[in-house]
């Protein structure tokens, strides 16, 4: 199936590490144009040298999608570049898990800056262009603690429901610009390698860990009986943004082994 992706240009936040790192690097294998929208520029270039060394097209461009003015100057620096905006996949997020009575309000903060103001910024920068040429793919990034709510992950569950809520509101704004608006939600999806995830992943040492005797019991709990792969959450990023879904908008795709069946 041709997805029609070839020359797109695609801009992925948090494209450095992990579930972001497997996005950019199937947009590049897909031939778009990739930018990789990162705070950790050094963690963002080297996804771009192997997207390049795979033969792909990515640059990495440092910004902090929490600040609206890096986030307009990474959207201007990508159109002087390529002229155009196609896809958005806002994939930045993060959470500590803690229970709720148990946060302090500093975590409460980042969780809503990284995975709700993030979304805000970066999608209002892109519509522009986006509109301006009819056409536009933006894909988001929730998390099933947004679907069916997550033990130790209240507020980052609320943001991940915010990100479904939005994406609905801005499917029924945008369609008539020719604008599709969707959701991809992972549940557990481990890092392969520490080499994947830079100093801000929340994966980072000091960040989310678990012991593989407690992976391999959450791994039983998924009717598919395994953990996410990034690559499992990319294949259906690539496909939402593709010419092959253009009849899809407004939805929300669970990737995670059949944990949450909406
Ligand atoms: N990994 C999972 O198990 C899982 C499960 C459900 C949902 N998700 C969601 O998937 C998405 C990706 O998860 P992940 O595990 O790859 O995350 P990650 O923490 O490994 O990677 C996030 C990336 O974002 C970058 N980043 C952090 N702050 C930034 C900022 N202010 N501006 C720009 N870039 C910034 C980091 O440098 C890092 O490269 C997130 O939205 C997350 O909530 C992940």
Redesign the pocket.
């Known amino acids: 199936m041709d997805l029609g992706l070839r020359g797109k240009t695609v801009i992925v936040?948090?494209?450095?590490?992990?579930?972001?790192?497997?996005i950019a690097l199937a947009f590049a294998k897909e031939g778009a144009n990739v930018v990789i929208?990162?705070?950790?520029e050094k963690?963002?270039q080297k996804v771009a040298t192997e997207a390049k060394a795979q033969g792909g097209s990515a640059i990495a461009i440092e910004?902090?999608?929490?600040?609206n003015e890096?986030v307009q100057a990474m959207v201007k620096k990508t159109l002087d570049l390529f002229g155009e905006i196609d896809v958005l996949v806002?994939?930045?997020?993060?959470?500590y898990d803690r229970l709720f009575i148990e946060k302090p309000r500093e975590e409460w903060e980042k969780e809503i800056?990284?995975?709700f103001w993030?979304m805000i910024n970066c999608t209002r920068a892109v519509l522009d262009n986006m509109i301006e040429r009819q056409y536009g793919r933006i894909v988001?990034?929730?998390?099933?603690?947004?679907r069916i709510g997550g033990f130790r992950e209240a507020v980052?569950g609320g943001c991940?429901g915010a990100?479904i809520a939005l994406s609905k509101s801005l499917a029924r704004e945008l369609g008539r610009y020719g604008i599709n608006v969707n959701v991809?939600?992972?549940?557990?999806?481990?890092?392969e390698s520490s080499e994947?995830?830079?100093?801000?992943?929340?994966?980072?040492p000091g960040?989310?860990e678990f012991t593989p005797e407690i992976l391999e019991k959450m791994a039983k709990t998924y009717p598919l009986r395994r953990?996410?792969n990034?690559e499992d959450?990319a294949n259906a990023v690539v496909f939402l943004a593709s010419d092959a879904a253009a009849w899809i908008t407004g939805q929300t795709l669970s990737v995670?082994g059949g944990y949450a069946m909406m």
Not at 13 to 22: E, H, L, P, Y
Not at 63 to 67: E, M
Not at 184 to 191: C, D, E, G, M
Not at 196 to 204: D, I, K
């Open positions: 936040t948090g494209g450095g590490s992990n579930i972001g790192r497997a929208a990162e705070i950790d963690q963002g910004t902090d999608v929490t600040d890096s806002n994939n930045v997020g993060w959470t800056k990284l995975n993030s988001s990034i929730s998390s099933d603690a947004g980052y991940k990100v991809v939600s992972p549940s557990t999806t481990i890092p994947h995830v830079g100093p801000e992943s929340m994966w980072a960040g989310l953990l996410g990034p959450i995670d």
